[in-house]
């Protein structure tokens, strides 16, 4: 294994730990671990492993990682029951509600779902707007999302 991917690796195994809030602490860590790199040097790997800042069970700011690497939108989407609140449809928008601090979590999980009628998305900080590809596909769009949530209608 070359000294990248046994660096990636470890950063994978203590992000998936919740040792990680910020690139300082993956620098800190990965010093401790025998890896000394630069905060660039860490920011890189954060975006190549696809680690994204989201809040950990207690609510606390943290790098996570998704389980798995199936492209379906509920193993992209972490907890999905508890980022979104609600989903309202206008044309081809979906807008969804999330508790504070979860829309960038959320709109990250979404744009690397791999779901094909999402454009993209853009993210506040607890509202999410989610663009269909079809021209009247928000609705389409809110049913999905919200049955992904275990939620029925709109709230």
Same mark, same amino acid.
């Given at each position: 294994?070359?000294?990248? !991917?046994? @660096?990636?690796?470890? !950063?994978? +195994?203590?992000?998936?730990? &919740? ?6 602490? =993956?620098?800190?860590?990965?010093? @401790?671990?025998?890896?000394? $790199?630069?905060?660039?040097?860490? %920011?890189?790997?954060?975006? *190549? ?10 609510? =606390?700011? @943290? ?18 029951? *508890? ?9 081809? =928008? ?12 959320? !709109?990250? %999980? ?9 454009? &993209? ?6 509202? $999410?707007? $989610? $663009?269909?590809? +079809?021209?009247?596909?928000?609705? *389409? =769009? ?10 029925? &209608?709109? +709230?």
């Amino acid at each position: 294994m070359s000294s990248v !991917a046994a @660096r990636r690796a470890i !950063a994978i +195994k203590l992000i998936k730990a &919740g040792k990680i809030s910020s690139q300082s602490d =993956l620098v800190k860590e990965l010093k @401790r671990a025998g890896f000394p $790199v630069t905060q660039a040097t860490a %920011s890189r790997d954060l975006e *190549e492993i696809g680690a994204i800042r989201g809040r950990d069970s207690k609510g =606390l700011s @943290r790098y996570l990682i998704s389980e798995s690497d199936d492209q379906s939108i509920a193993r992209s989407m972490p907890l999905p029951a *508890e980022l979104i609140i609600s989903v309202q449809a206008s044309g081809n =928008l979906a807008v969804v509600r999330t508790p504070p601090g979860g829309a960038q979590f959320l !709109a990250s %999980s979404l744009d690397h779902s791999g779901i094909a009628s999402i454009i &993209g998305t853009i993210a506040g900080d607890d509202t $999410v707007l $989610v $663009v269909s590809r +079809k021209a009247s596909g928000g609705s *389409e =769009l809110a049913k999905e999302l919200l049955s992904y949530a275990g939620k029925r &209608g709109r +709230k």
